[in-house]
Structures are given as C-alpha cells and as structure tokens.
C-alpha cells in the first residue's frame, strides 16, 4: 500500500484554498454526472454486475474493440494488482520514477522486480524479465514516449509483457495512446483510469484493456462485484457523453507553461520538462516536506512532496496546474519561502 500521495487533505487539519497535489483535472466533475448518479442512488439497494458487463461493452464501442478485450476494474490500482498476480513470481522491470502501486502489487505477487531510471530508456533497451511497467504520460514528470519507440521495444520483445499506464494521456497534447495498435501486438497491455480526467477519485474506475487471452488469464483472480454500482452508472454516463466532457488541454499546457515560467523567475527551482499539466520541481535548499508544510500553514496550498517516488529526493516536490489566480498564489508563497532560507 502506497505511504504517501497527491490529495491527503485528510492528513492536515488546515483549511485547504488550492490543492497542487493532486493530478485529477480540477473542473472535470460534471454538473450532468452529479445529477445522473443523485438519480441512481436508489440502484445501491441491488447488487451491481459482477463484472460490470455493461460498462465493458460501452468501453469496448468507445476504443473500437471487443468487449472480450476489456476488464473494468475498481480504479487502475486493481488493474496493477490484477496483473502482477497473473504474473505472480515472476520477474518485472519498472521504469522509475513511478506511481508507487505498480511496484506494491508486483511486491505483493513475489515478483523478482528490476528498476530502470526512465533517462536510461531507449527503443534499443534490452529487458530480460516477464514484465515491464512504465506511465505513458510518466507520474510525476509528465514525460511520455512515443508510439514509434514503443512499438520498437515491443517488436524487440515478443516474451515481455509491456503494462503501459495511460491514466494521463489525455493530459498532454502529443497522441501518445497505444490503443489503435492494441490487435497488433499480443504482449500489450494498458492500463486506463476514468478517475483523473472526470474527477472521481472516490468513485474508483479503470479498466484494463488487452487481447482476449490476456484478459482471461486475468479474470479468474477478480474479485466479484469489485466495481460498485454509482462507479458502473458514472462510467456508462461518461461513455455516452464523452464527447460533450473533453479536457481542454490545450488551456491546461498553457497555464502550466506560464506557471513554469513564473517558478523560474523566483529562484534556481529545478524544473523538469514536462507534456503534462503537471511536473516536476527540485528546491535548492530546505526540503519538499518543509516548503509543503509552510505553504499549507501560510496559504493553505497543498503540493505533492514526492521524495516517496523511488529515485527522487527530499528535494523533489510534484506541482499541478490549478486555475491562473491559484497558480500566482503558489508563486507567491514559495518565494515566500525561498527569501525565508
């Protein structure tokens, strides 16, 4: 279980004004969504399907698949656990830094686990192990990889399954999802979650898209009715209004753009490139955990101190793009900050 992450509010009794740490988009919860699921509540008197067939189909129609291809999971952490237990004592190289779950449910499977810093990853990168995890967008850095280079590490290894997290790939720009090359390649699998985009963390949805083999060699270690009604129902309502809710991207890698430039006119913050609304920061003096508490005490801002993530430092804090007059807030109090050291 992960010991540390984005939105820990819960943790803090200050009153929080904009929160930076977490990567869920901050005006995805729909208004229309709100009055679906208050419509549906009387649903919970029954049970939900035991595999939310319903919503695999909708999900199956919305990427041009087979519903045989798709295996709706509670949030995309079930999916990674589902996963390594499929794999279960085998062997698995995660690309780091990373969202910490991959690394917990291969642990938790008695998986022989390797690391290979994102930096030192190339189309001619030899693995040797069952699996290979990485996030496409990366959390936390917001760097992505190419389709092209992909489908060379795929090509160049038939025996390895690649489990590619695109939980927010529709956070950047760049068209980056592996899903049109889903049919050609039968050791791929990816990883969705319905959570950042829409803003339902507490609702817990992903799905796990692959060839039918795959997903019947997962489904035996599903747990029933692990998808709740109000998650199935949110799901079945974004598949049909999809086109009606999408992410205005564009505007999110604009304001991250003018952020990141204001960040760097207050000190030497490092700053890592990112195609994402969020990104990386590294202060040059004091820690993340420090600056977090100042500006959860001073202005009741909340980052994402990322000195957990395998790699990263103390100095190492993750930063997403909130609303424009949030973002002069933050800039504000961490040069508050920086002139305090």
Same mark, same amino acid.
């Given at each position: 279980?992960?010991?540390?992450?984005?939105?820990?509010?819960?943790?803090?009794?200050?009153?929080?004004?904009?929160?930076?740490?977490?990567?869920?988009?901050?005006?995805?919860?729909?208004?229309?969504?709100?009055?679906?699921?208050?419509?549906?509540?009387?649903?919970?008197?029954?049970?939900?399907?035991?595999?939310?067939?319903?919503?695999?189909?909708?999900?199956?129609?919305?990427?041009?698949?087979? &519903?045989?291809?798709?295996?709706?999971?509670?949030?995309?952490?079930?999916?990674? %656990?589902?996963?390594?237990?499929?794999?279960?004592?085998?062997?698995?190289?995660?690309?780091?830094?990373?969202?910490?779950?991959?690394?917990?449910?291969?642990?938790?499977?008695? $998986?022989?686990?390797?690391? !290979?810093?994102?930096?030192?990853?190339?189309?001619?990168?030899? #693995?040797?192990?069952?699996?290979?995890? #990485?996030?496409? *967008?990366?959390?936390?850095?917001?760097?992505?990889?190419?389709?092209?280079?992909?489908?060379? $590490?795929?090509?160049?290894?038939?025996?390895?399954?690649? =489990?590619?997290?695109?939980?927010?790939?529709?956070?950047? =720009?760049?068209?980056?999802?592996?899903?049109?090359?889903?049919?050609? %390649?039968?050791?791929?699998?990816?990883?969705?979650?319905?959570?950042?985009?829409?803003? @339902?963390?507490?609702?817990?949805?992903?799905?796990?898209?692959?060839?039918?083999?795959?997903?019947?060699?997962?489904?035996?270690?599903?747990?029933?009715?692990?998808?709740?009604?109000?998650?199935?129902?949110?799901?079945?309502?974004?598949?049909?209004?999809?086109?009606?809710?999408?992410? &205005?991207?564009?505007?999110?890698?604009?304001? /991250?753009?003018?952020?990141?430039?204001?960040?760097?006119?207050?000190?030497?913050?490092?700053?890592?490139?990112?195609?994402?609304?969020?990104?990386?920061?590294?202060? *040059?003096?004091?820690?993340?955990?420090?600056?977090?508490?100042? $500006?959860?005490?001073?202005?009741?801002?909340? @980052?994402?101190?990322?000195?957990? #993530?395998?790699?990263?430092?103390?100095?190492?804090?993750?930063? /997403?793009?909130?609303?424009?007059?949030?973002?002069? !807030?933050? =800039?504000?109090?961490?040069?508050?900050?920086?002139?305090? !050291?």
């Amino acid at each position: 279980m992960i010991t540390g992450h984005g939105d820990d509010r819960y943790l803090f009794n200050y009153n929080i004004v904009a929160d930076f740490s977490s990567n869920v988009y901050y005006e995805g919860f729909s208004d229309k969504l709100n009055n679906h699921l208050t419509h549906c509540l009387h649903k919970i008197n029954n049970y939900p399907e035991a595999n939310a067939q319903r919503l695999q189909a909708a999900l199956a129609d919305w990427h041009g698949i087979k &519903p045989g291809q798709v295996l709706v999971t509670n949030g995309a952490t079930e999916a990674f %656990y589902l996963v390594a237990h499929a794999y279960r004592r085998k062997s698995a190289t995660i690309i780091i830094p990373a969202f910490a779950e991959y690394e917990d449910g291969c642990r938790a499977n008695d $998986l022989q686990i390797n690391h !290979l810093h994102w930096d030192d990853l190339r189309p001619d990168t030899v #693995f040797q192990t069952d699996l290979v995890f #990485f996030g496409n *967008p990366n959390n936390p850095t917001g760097a992505i990889l190419h389709p092209q280079t992909i489908k060379k $590490l795929l090509d160049h290894h038939p025996a390895t399954m690649f =489990v590619i997290d695109e939980a927010y790939v529709d956070f950047t =720009v760049d068209v980056i999802s592996m899903v049109p090359s889903l049919d050609e %390649y039968p050791n791929l699998i990816i990883i969705k979650s319905l959570t950042k985009t829409y803003s @339902i963390p507490g609702l817990r949805l992903g799905y796990i898209l692959s060839n039918k083999a795959v997903i019947n060699n997962i489904l035996p270690s599903k747990m029933p009715w692990s998808v709740n009604t109000l998650a199935i129902e949110a799901g079945l309502f974004i598949a049909q209004h999809r086109d009606e809710m999408v992410l &205005p991207v564009s505007t999110l890698t604009w304001n /991250a753009l003018e952020l990141i430039s204001a960040l760097n006119n207050i000190g030497d913050i490092s700053i890592r490139k990112t195609h994402t609304n969020f990104f990386l920061c590294q202060t *040059p003096k004091g820690t993340a955990a420090e600056l977090k508490l100042f $500006l959860l005490q001073t202005a009741g801002l909340l @980052i994402r101190d990322a000195s957990n #993530f395998k790699s990263l430092t103390p100095q190492h804090f993750r930063i /997403a793009t909130q609303r424009k007059e949030q973002n002069l !807030l933050l =800039v504000k109090a961490i040069k508050s900050w920086m002139d305090s !050291l």
